[in-house]
């Protein structure tokens, strides 16, 4: 042994506990291609394929009960689903078992994914259903609409939540309190006119009262 690899064999049993060597003076570096598979990073996890959706024909709801409409849907594992006051009136389905279905969104017998949002067109269980749904009205161009038989409730959706709004009973001296129950006799500022902000002003009756 020359005294270059003895030196080198010396200095290497002194630090072998802290480093580690290579007698001939090359250390020798750990090969990390090995442990990991080309292209894969170490810390990647293997990524889960979504699942397929199932499509499925969608069943005749019009004429049903809300509430049996919504159960059937289930079984048939449509789970997204909406109701709306086809009455145009803003109401809130709160219980389900007191409407009825008058329009669906997709068409009976049409395949769609299960997850499409299938929605219920409905009024309450004396109500006649309407030939379409009621159109609620736009404010378009900065423009009053025309509320004149709409719910006070749809006018105050449909203007800007800023607005100043003041509604009167046109028959009696009542309290405007469920909004969806009360339609329009009149309006200030008159249907047309251009909404600058300023406070607008309603005269209301009940839906069976006449203006």
Known sequence: ????????????????????????????????????????SPTSAPVKEKEPVESKAVPNFVGMGLQSAQDAAQKEGFYALRSHDSAGRGRMQ?????????????????????????????????????AGDAKNPEVVGGKMPNFVG?????????????????????????????????????QSPSPGAALNGQPVEFTAVKFEESC
């Open 1 to 40: 042994m020359n005294s270059r690899t003895l030196t080198a064999a010396l200095a290497c049993i002194a630090a072998i506990a802290l480093v580690g060597c290579d007698p001939a003076g090359t250390d020798a570096k750990p090969d990390s291609s090995a442990a990991t598979p080309a292209g894969e």
């Open 150 to 186: 709409k719910s006070v409730k749809v006018a105050r959706k449909t203007l800007d939540s800023s607005t100043s709004i003041t509604i009167k009973d046109a028959a009696q001296d009542r309290k405007v309190l469920m909004e969806s129950n009360w339609r329009v006799c009149t």
């Open 94 to 130: 709160a219980f389900d078992r007191n409407w009825k279905v008058c329009s669906q969104n997709m068409a009976a017998g049409k395949v769609i994914p299960t997850d499409t949002v299938l929605d219920f067109g409905t009024v309450k269980l004396e109500e006649e259903c309407p």
